[in-house]
T-cell receptor
Framework: LAKTTQPISMDSYEGQEVNITCSHN???????ITWYQQFPSQGPRFIIQ???TKVTNEVASLFIPADRKSSTLSLPRVSLSDTAVYYC?????????????FGSGTKLNVKP | DARVTQTPRHKVTEMGQEVTMRCQPI?????VFWYRQTMMQGLELLAY????????DSGMPKDRFSAEMPDATLATLKIQPSEPRDSAVYFC????????????FGAGTRLSVL
């Protein structure tokens, strides 16, 4: 099971770029890296998914080094509304033999 | 805007009563997941269906919990009898096989068992 490790919490200020790193030393060849965002009293929301190098969408960027043992979610110019818990998941998106493990996530607190 | 619909949003019940939670997955999705979230345990997977067949329910207490998909538009999670330790937020999510990690979550059912 490709367990993940993330910081428990992070603080930032509005307008800053935030980088949240996730460690996944036991990632398997077919595993992808997926990030979710959860606001209070809501279900998690898919943000981004990647396999290697860099992926970017309208919400975030995901950086994955060559060894794939870690990944970094980058949120550009955060606002107060980005205050949420961010989860990193690792697993095979087609033949998942691992449980979907959300872990504790990283609680991001954006200050004015 | 397609979304996963869960009912009820809130449920307060007494210990020993049966609780049924319902989920309408996004039309066309063939995978359905049930999760439970508490402050202590975080988000835990309870059950996972593909094409209405249960593929993994190892996270579910078998003696009191049951999950079914009577048809492609309805998934149910039942607790009988309920206990105070079942108090949590229960989320349903749906998606497509082959994209297992891209799941669309409902707003959840907040259950309080007194």
């Amino acid at each position: 099971l490709a367990k993940t490790t993330q910081p428990i919490s992070m603080d930032s200020y509005e307008g800053q770029e935030v980088n949240i790193t996730c460690s996944h030393n036991n990632i398997a060849t077919n595993d992808y890296i997926t990030w979710y965002q959860q606001f209070p009293s809501q279900g998690p929301r898919f943000i981004i998914q990647g396999y290697k190098t860099k992926v970017t969408n309208e919400v975030a960027s995901l950086f994955i080094p060559a060894d794939r043992k870690s990944s970094t979610l980058s949120l550009p110019r955060v606002s107060l509304s980005d205050t949420a818990v961010y989860y990193c998941l690792v697993g095979d998106p087609v033949y998942n033999f691992n449980k979907f493990y959300f872990g504790s996530g990283t609680k991001l607190n954006v200050k004015p | 805007d397609a979304r996963v619909t869960q009912t009820p949003r809130h449920k307060v019940t007494e210990m020993g009563q049966e609780v049924t939670m319902r989920c309408q997955p996004i039309l066309g999705h063939n995978t359905v997941f049930w999760y439970r979230q508490t402050m202590m345990q975080g988000l835990e997977l309870l059950a996972y269906f593909r094409n209405r067949a249960p593929l993994d329910d190892s996270g579910m207490p078998k003696d009191r919990f049951s999950a079914e998909m009577p048809d492609a538009t309805l998934a149910t999670l039942k607790i009988q009898p309920s206990e105070p330790r079942d108090s949590a937020v229960y989320f349903c999510a749906s998606g497509l096989s082959g994209l297992l990690y891209i799941q669309y979550f409902g707003a959840g059912t907040r259950l309080s068992v007194l």
